[in-house]
């Protein structure tokens, strides 16, 4: 469901009634009559969902965290704020760039159309940008022939497993985040049949690399061993690109997580 368009078709619904009862109708009304029930359920809610459709399309998103993909920063059921002028401004529903504002960087948690449905909004990291030849083998993550830094960070609880994880800190420059990942254990990646640009990926038995190509960008869970992402379904087109996910503004089994997260 495109919940974007139906909040657009809604604004463009009350805002006609809207303007229909403010110059065609109320004119001709008695003034101390009291206005007919559909101007307060239509007319009346037009500024309401005007301003909740400004907000959400270039302000602020609310996303729902639906799987463990990206443990152990973000636990299902987080519900999560996704800026979305951190990479430029975008007409609604069309996705049309109005104006650049930000660029992607490496590390930073993105949530995009899905590329092999891109009706689907998905999260992941961003781990390499266009130009980048980047490999993951042996459960090590690579960037242009240099291993990205990992150092033991304990282990993680995952509540819904009642299970341990071997939990590291990953670092991209001066930041670095947790991740759930194996460093060793063989990386064997099954890809998709099919994906756009796919010949700029080489599938290993212990492995893959791959050549970022202009305009995209690849995408990983942190819960590298427990993530369908670039690996496996190909790079995210520029336009695919919904906004930066920063902040958990609840989640109704533990309201300790609210707050920003990287």
């Known amino acids: ?11 463009l619904f009350t805002g006609a009634m809207w303007a229909l009862n403010r110059w065609v109708f109320a004119p001709r009304r008695d003034p101390q009559a009291a206005d007919p029930w559909w101007v307060d359920y239509t007319a009346g809610l ?6 909740i459709f400004l907000l959400r399309s270039f302000v ?27 990479y430029g401004l975008r007409l609604p529903v069309v996705h049309t760039k109005l104006l650049e504002v930000g660029t992607p960087q490496r590390g930073d948690v993105v949530v995009f159309r899905y590329p092999p449905d891109p009706s689907l909004d998905y999260i992941k990291r961003l781990v390499a940008v266009p130009g ?3 490999s993951w083998k042996a459960g090590q993550l690579a960037l242009n022939g240099q291993p990205v830094p990992i150092r033991p960070d304990g282990e993680f609880f995952d509540a819904d497993r009642l299970s ?11 930041l670095d985040h947790r991740v759930l990942a194996d460093p060793g254990k063989p990386s064997y990646v099954q890809p998709m ?5 796919k010949e700029n990926c080489r599938f290993e038995p212990d492995g893959m690399e791959c050549v970022v190509p202009a305009g995209h960008y690849f995408m990983m869970g942190d819960n590298r061993d427990n993530s369908l992402d670039s690996r496996f379904w190909g790079f995210v087109p520029e336009s695919h690109l919904v906004g930066r996910a920063f902040f958990i503004w609840m989640n109704f089994g533990d309201l300790k997580r609210i707050g920003r997260f990287h």
């Not at 469901?1 to 604004?11: D, E, G, P, R, W």
């Not at 037009?46 to 301003?51: G, I, M, N, S």
């Not at 049949?193 to 640009?197: E, H, N, T, W």
């Open 164 to 174: 341990y994880t071997r939990q590291y800190r990953e670092s991209f420059g001066t």
């Open 46 to 51: 037009f500024p309401v969902f005007l301003v």
């Open 60 to 86: 602020a998103e609310p996303f729902r965290i639906p799987s463990g993909s990206m443990l152990p920063t973000l636990l299902i059921g987080d519900l999560i704020l996704v800026n979305k002028y951190a």
């Open 193 to 197: 049949d099919s994906f756009r640009q």
């Open 1 to 11: 469901m495109n919940f974007s368009l139906i909040l657009f078709v809604v604004v």
């Open 132 to 134: 980048d030849r980047i």
